[in-house]
């Protein structure tokens, strides 16, 4: 079995910050493996360590700058990573999810892999949408928020338990080859190792441009366009004590008398 597990270096950002134009400055940003790709990675590795799976491939999309952390994922376990990037996709400010989905589709039918796992969604954008997309364009069965998977993969198939709203959960199959978008919590994602961040470094890290996989420039040409990029003004206001609790509950009494919740 071969698993193809999709990650992405999101930016972190600190609590107080600026914006500039439609991006927050950069002296405020910082760089990590999305959360949810970090659980999608370890889910992976496991069910290799188990004698299940025989490789397990990362795929990203983005520029040279997230190598290092892309690298956190063949730290952990993954055997070889691939990255895609071209010149047409700088200076791109919103790749949308159809654009991820044609780019990803090709490195998925160039690797024939029969598990694909994707986090549920990032932690920058939160499009939420990428795992099913790509997997309603291959044609795969696919299961999304999986929060427990089990890994013996009988008949060829995938039981898989999944989030529903109102914190219902569904038991379901789905047959191989087959997309799961992976929610935080399935497992409890490891430290890399420093064997394996050395081990790291000389793994292979396959890049590859549009071209080489296919995929016309036009399909980066998506609908979405940046307009605006603001900081929400909150909906309620705080109010903050400070003295004694003696001192600190009169005002609390007065203040709720006030809003009509007290008496």
Known sequence: MKILVTVKEVSTVEDEFEIEGTSIAEQYLGADLNEWDDYAVEEAVQIQEAGIADEVVTVTIGPEDCEQTIRQALAKGADRAIRVWDDSLEGVDVLDVGAKTEILRAVVEAEDPDLVLTGV???????????????????????????????????????????????????????????????????????????????AQRKELDVQTLADLGVDESTIEGDVTLTEMYEPESETDATVWEGSAEETASELGELLREKGVAP
């Open 121 to 199: 969604q990032s932690g920058d954008d939160s499009w939420g949408a990428t795992g099913v997309s790509l997997a309603e364009e291959l044609g795969f069965e696919w299961a999304a928020v999986v929060n427990h998977l089990e890994h013996d993969f009988e008949d060829d198939r995938a039981a898989v338990r999944r989030e529903l709203e109102g914190g219902v959960e569904e038991l379901t199959e789905v047959e191989l080859p087959a997309a799961l978008t992976i929610q935080t919590g399935i497992n409890e994602p490891r430290y890399a190792s420093l064997r394996g961040i050395r081990q």
